[in-house]
């Protein structure tokens, strides 16, 4: 069985002094003896250092929330991958439904992002997801198919392993209200065979992670739904005492 996996999206949230406490609490939890589950945490960019220094040599995983498609050059306030490997990231999230509902990322440039962080040996959480609107008129496949297929269209088999799929419907991210278990294993079934077929890879072998409004009082039901490798958590992941309950439930 695939090893599970949480991670928490801090997102534009933390100064340094919360982010220490926060992240010192977890490695007293999760830092050392802990293995049942893959642990990462996703500080903004200027807490990257911090964090990163704090759970070095730990069983935690530290991911950026973002990159910019290319090494160096003149992008003014924008950071590469290889600036993220110089700071000990393992992981990186890429299409976030924030970067591209606010900022107005593109699939095409979700996909120059997958193939430069694999390319700088970043791991990748790419997430997925359609909104409130989509899902209504029940498109929710097809867009999501849609995602992954571009996002991924640089990607041969092999590179696959260094990706995690985070399914996310946009409209049960900060809102408090989750998808069904039933909805989460529709898609997540759908992701699984659309790779296993792409990849020819055992759908055991691809882990996707579901992300909204995961906390500790729905981890339970969600992480025992057919197909779902883990959680991608924003709000509850910035106390330690939730993100820890959710962890420790996903490695039960
Ligand atoms: P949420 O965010 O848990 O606050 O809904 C999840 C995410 O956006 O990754």
């Known amino acids: 069985m695939i090893k599970k996996m949480i991670a928490a999206n ?11 406490l926060l992240a010192n609490s977890l490695i007293e939890n999760f830092g050392s003896d802990y293995s049942a589950v893959d642990v990462v945490l996703a500080p903004p960019f200027t807490l990257l250092d911090a964090v990163g220094n ?5 069983n935690i995983k530290l991911c950026a929330q973002n990159m910019y498609p290319e090494e160096s ?6 950071i590469s ?4 490997k110089d ?8 299409g976030h439904s924030e970067r591209r509902q606010i900022i107005g990322e593109t ?5 120059k992002k997958v193939k430069l962080a694999l390319k700088c040996d970043l791991k990748i959480i790419l997430c997925v997801g359609e909104t ?7 498109v929710q496949n097809q867009i999501i198919e849609n995602q992954v297929e571009i996002a991924l269209k640089d990607v041969n088999n092999d590179m696959l392993k260094n990706i995690v799929i985070a399914y996310e419907p946009v409209w049960a991210i900060g809102t408090g209200k989750n998808a069904t278990p039933n909805e989460i294993v529709e898609v997540h079934t759908m992701i699984k065979e659309l790779l296993s077929m792409k990849f020819r890879e055992n759908d055991d072998n691809i882990r996707v992670l579901y992300g909204g409004s995961v906390k500790p009082e729905n981890i339970d039901e969600i992480i025992s739904s057919n197909n779902v490798d883990g959680a991608l958590v924003g709000g ?16 039960e």
């Open 73 to 78: 050059g003149a992008f003014t306030g924008e």
């Open 132 to 138: 409130l609107e989509q899902r209504e008129k029940g």
């Open 54 to 58: 704090l759970i070095k040599g730990s």
């Open 87 to 94: 700071l000990n990231c393992t992981w990186v999230i890429i």
């Open 81 to 84: 991958p290889l600036m993220l």
């Open 107 to 111: 699939d095409e440039l979700v996909s």
């Open 236 to 251: 509850a992941s910035l106390k330690a005492d939730s993100f820890s309950k959710i962890v420790k439930a996903a490695g």
């Open 10 to 20: 801090w997102k534009m949230n933390l100064l340094k002094s919360d982010a220490k």
